[in-house]
């Protein structure tokens, strides 16, 4: 092992950005990789050129002021970083990270890692999800933020999550009128939840009702406890049919969808980087297995949403956590013991929320067991609902999904299954009435994202 | 549930799948023990090719044999193994591979298989989109490809229509050899009991074969292999770098599937094939050689599954020399896939005392008693740090 290479985090969000931070101070330069050309992460992407003039319209003037701020701060971190944004990580293999820069494989080798990937929306396949028009609500954001576009002119937001209103409020603040809201989580549940919320986040409670606050203000049409049935279109998505709680049906009709419920952890890296994983009851998803810190390995840690779902405060609280604790682990004085005790708490309350707020905004599961046969699960492979039924009543043996991927190939394109992992968990677990922390979680398998065959020519070795 | 069967099968690749259904079939009390799940390593995750030529000679009746069987698999097994009769093609790009693949395509015709042989523009003609000049080229029409994913299963599921039980996820921990039989014990299922064994665990039937005082210089291995996004659908036949370094066919939907060598030694908990990243990286080198329209192609996946390697390429098929009712099938050393379901009919012939269609001794495991000479095949498709193990 050699301890003078520097630590290395993938992904540049909040939770990668604190850590730089907090080991910049340390004294380190440590390398970050970021998929994408810039800092941020998602939920706090950067605005594009365009959009940053409307910085104050679309976040009001305070959180416009506290952004640029935070924006130069991280600029000046990373100036003291080995920058490499444009990178993608594409596998781990014993203490060598494997990537593609600029079209070009390079193999580099690190001692201390801290994986950062963050989480994408949680997917429920939907009759007719695949057809043009239709987001996902961190898709919608991206739209904006990056490309300083609307999905569509007549939107619908739909689905049980808190980006829901998020999305919305921006899409709002930016001009968009014609939005309706259709929250799919029962306000029962919100209310039991909001106790919960209230005790461990007051503060992240309150913003949600001041988006609710907002929308009302603009008289933005807001469904409650429906049930999403279809997205309707020819060539693409022209309604959203939802069933009302009362049982009756109603058409909306639209040109674009977003929907979502909650988040998923990005997880492939870690797997990869040999963390262990846990099935968490509450959030009904599987999370890598961390300590306090976020160490998940000899070599390794884990930051931010893509270890557990807490938000940005708590991401970043997390990625300053994995630093002091990197730092520690290689002999030095911790800096401020009441702080690491102070941050532990802070992150471990953030995620409590989540936990709480998981109950406000539920995963639907039982969706997939009434999926209709042909709807699509997997987009990249087109694989259908029915088709995945008859592969788990046809197995030989105990259905598990991986055996169900190699069946039936759902999962084996190229999102890898990130976005149809969760639906092939539900109905496996439904179809062979499992529960479904029985049946498994699809495996991750290098590369976690396309490459280029001509990548392979410039990689310094020879065959 | 009873634990006393006629025949107890070790491994649920598709070498012990076909010798549990040809038993099943023939009326014996079959008990399949998988370790993982069926098909799960190389039986699963192998090229998928169904090829006939560049056989070594002595494996041609076993090999047509089982193509045989291919070609009728749905009446066979009763579904579907997505059989493709597409043809295969072998390239040769120097002086000395074209030698070898004339050499190879003169023994597949003496063994009755048909070989067209393409030099020059008609290389050209039929596979415009390979660099290089002076090609040489043989294709086998009778050759074909399969889905290796989903074909062990489903001769898992037709065995067990035929009465043979299946038990996976049932690791055997001990084999206790009694005065008429064999007594297998696992960590989760009582002791099982039956006059015969059949040794089919691939990468890991060396253990059983030392236990039973015969061993083999076994060891285990995976080639890699990986697939891009779909693409127009352009070539039909698999197409093989007589060389080695290229692999290649396109699915109906439109993916394109490379494998190539060096082959890879499995990881050392000798459960899964360890890809590591430079045999990717190289084999992406060579198609994008070969096949520059393939540079700006991406690779969605990457993968591979355990299996036996003997250092002659040849599996061990039949009767033990040291054991009677031990059986021993395993070994496919690369080739293993095509062969599968003519080594479970004639295995099961055996066990049931009758006379095998095909001359089983060149896979004798006896001739392990004195050293084999390994294949120049083996040589060529292995890097020295493999081959010297």
Not at chain 2, 135 to 155: G, Q
Request: hydrophobic share 40%; proline share 6%; net charge positive.
């Amino acid at each position: 092992m050699n301890s003078a290479l520097p630590p290395v985090i993938i992904g540049a969000g909040p939770a990668g950005l604190a850590c730089a931070k907090a080991l910049v101070e340390a004294g380190l330069r440590p390398i970050v990789f970021e998929e994408t050309s810039r800092p941020g992460g998602q939920g706090t992407r950067r605005l594009s050129a365009a959009m940053s003039s409307e910085a104050i319209r679309f976040m009001g003037r305070r959180a416009a002021a506290a952004t640029a701020a935070r924006e130069a701060d991280e600029d000046r971190v990373l100036a003291a970083c080995d920058w490499r944004p444009g990178t993608l990580v594409w596998g781990i293999f014993g203490n060598h990270l494997e990537i593609v820069r600029e079209g070009r494989h390079d193999s580099i080798p690190y001692n201390q890692l801290v994986i950062a990937t963050g989480a994408t929306d949680r997917i429920m396949a939907l009759p007719g999800w695949t057809l043009p028009g239709v987001f996902s609500l961190g898709g919608a954001q991206v739209a904006l933020k990056n490309h300083t576009s609307f999905i569509g002119k007549r939107i619908v937001m739909a689905g049980a999550s808190p980006l829901l209103y998020l999305a919305a409020a921006q899409y709002v603040r930016m001009g968009a009128r014609d939005i309706t809201i259709v929250d799919t989580a029962r306000p029962a549940g919100k209310r039991r939840a909001a106790f919960g919320m209230a005790m461990t986040s007051p503060k992240t409670l309150l913003e949600g009702l001041q988006l609710l606050l907002e929308l009302r203000r603009h008289r933005i049409r807001r469904i409650n406890g429906a049930t999403l049935v279809r997205a309707v279109g020819a060539e693409r998505v022209e309604a959203l049919d939802i069933r009302h709680p009362d049982g009756t049906l109603e058409t909306i009709s639209c040109d674009a969808l977003a929907f979502g419920y909650g988040l998923r952890p990005e997880t492939q890296l870690a797997e990869l980087a040999g963390a262990d994983f846990r099935f968490d009851e509450t959030l009904r998803n599987w999370f890598p297995l961390v300590d306090a810190d976020g160490r998940a390995g000899p070599r390794l840690w884990l930051a931010g949403d893509s270890s557990l779902t807490g938000g940005r405060v708590a991401a970043a609280q997390s990625g300053r956590l994995a630093a002091l604790s990197m730092i520690a682990s290689q002999g030095s004085e911790v800096s401020d013991a009441a702080e690491v005790r102070s941050l532990r708490g802070s992150v471990a309350r953030l995620r409590r929320f989540q936990a709480h707020m998981a109950g406000a905004f539920p995963w639907p599961h039982e969706a997939a067991g009434d999926l209709p046969a042909d709807t699509i699960v997997c987009r990249c492979e087109r694989v259908t609902a029915g088709e995945i039924r008859d592969a788990i009543r046809k197995v030989a043996g105990p259905a598990e999904v991986n055996r169900v991927k190699a069946i039936t190939r759902c999962g084996m394109g190229r999102c890898q299954g990130r976005y149809c992992g969760q639906t092939l968990q539900e109905l496996t677990a439904a179809t062979c009435e499992r529960p479904v922390a029985d049946v498994g979680r699809l495996r991750a398998q290098a590369p976690v994202r396309p490459i280029p065959i001509a990548a392979s020519d410039n990689d310094g070795h020879q065959p | 549930m009873s634990s006393n069967f006629d025949v107890i099968i070790i491994g649920g690749g598709l070498f012990g799948s076909f010798t549990g259904l040809f038993l099943a079939r023939s009326g014996k009390r079959v008990a399949l023990l998988e370790r993982g799940l069926v098909g799960a390593q190389s039986s699963g995750a192998n090229f998928g090719g169904l090829r006939l030529q560049g056989r070594s000679p002595e494996q041609y009746p076993l090999s047509l044999m089982a193509q045989g069987h291919w070609e009728n698999f749905d009446g066979l097994i009763g579904e579907g193994c997505e059989y493709d009769r597409n043809g295969m093609v072998y390239f040769a790009s120097s002086e000395a591979s074209r030698d070898r693949l004339l050499k190879y395509a003169s023994s597949s015709r003496a063994c009755g298989l048909e070989i067209e042989i393409w030099e020059g523009d008609e290389v050209r003609r039929q596979l415009p989109w390979l660099t290089g000049s002076g090609l040489t080229a043989s294709y086998s029409p009778r050759c074909a490809v399969a889905n290796p994913r989903i074909t062990t299963p489903a001769v898992v599921r037709a065995m067990t229509r035929a009465g043979g039980q299946l038990f996976e996820g049932t690791e055997v921990v001990g084999i206790d050899q009694g005065q008429t039989s064999f007594t297998v014990s696992t960590p989760n299922r009582p002791p099982m009991t039956a006059p015969v064994l059949v040794n089919a665990a691939g990468g890991w039937a060396g253990t059983i074969c030392e236990q039973f005082g015969e061993p083999v210089p076994l060891f285990s291995a995976g080639p890699p292999q990986f697939v891009t996004e779909p693409m127009p659908y352009v070539l039909k036949p698999s197409v093989y770098a007589i060389e080695g370094d290229m692999i290649i066919r396109q699915t109906s939907r439109g993916n394109f599937i490379f494998a190539g060598y060096p082959r890879t030694l499995a990881n050392d908990d000798g459960r899964h094939t360890f890809v590591p990243p430079q045999k990717t990286l190289n084999g992406m080198r060579a198609v994008g050689t070969h096949v520059p329209g393939f540079r700006n192609a991406e690779v969605i996946r990457v993968w591979s599954g355990v299996e036996g390697y003997l250092p002659d390429m040849l599996p061990a098929i039949g009767a033990s020399q040291t054991t009677a009712g031990l059986y021993h099938a395993f070994g496919g050393s690369g080739g293993g896939f095509q062969i599968a379901p003519a080594v479970g009919e004639c295995l099961a012939l055996e066990i049931c005392g009758k006379k095998a269609p095909v001359d089983l001794s060149p896979y004798s495991i006896g001739r392990f008693r004195s050293s084999v000479e390994a294949s120049d095949k083996l040589m060529r498709e292995f890097d020295p740090a493999s081959s010297s193990r």
